[in-house]
């Protein structure tokens, strides 16, 4: 089974750049679709972005289009989530989580494993 951590969050000041890792243990990581889940305090949780275990495809939330790019590096077990341009709006916590041969869904339910999470807080 495939265990997830977090790492890469911390304050930034807007208009910065943060690179998040999802370090991957145990077998399979190549076979899990990554998608990447934010939650800010007092709201829902919120899909940010997804590759499928092929890597052959992602998915982003609009509001990241053009700022946040996905990536993974099977080799190395690990996904990626490279955020420019941030905004005061994009401080929250932030998840990723493991598909099981998924296609970069953007519904959290579809993600059987999931990380602790890493605070991402931008400020003005």
């Known amino acids: 089974q495939v265990q997830l951590v977090e790492s890469g969050g911390g304050l930034v000041q807007a208009g910065g750049s943060l690179r998040l890792s999802c370090a991957a243990s145990?077998?399979?990581?190549?076979?899990?679709?990554m998608g990447w889940f934010r939650q800010a305090p007092g709201k829902e949780r919120e899909f940010v972005a997804a590759?499928?275990?092929?890597?052959?495809?992602?998915n982003r939330a609009d509001s990241v289009k053009g700022r946040f790019t996905i990536s993974r590096d099977n080799a190395k077990n690990t996904a990626y989530l490279q955020m420019n341009s941030l905004k005061p709006e994009d401080t929250a916590a932030y998840y990723c989580?493991?598909?099981?041969?998924?296609?970069?869904?953007?519904?959290?339910?579809?993600?059987?494993?999931w990380g602790q999470g890493t605070q991402v807080t931008v400020s003005s």
């Open positions: 989580a493991a598909d099981r041969y998924g296609l970069a869904n953007r519904l959290g339910s579809e993600y059987e494993l």
């Open positions: 590759i499928s275990w092929s890597g052959g495809n992602t």
């Open positions: 145990g077998r399979g990581f190549s076979t899990y679709a």
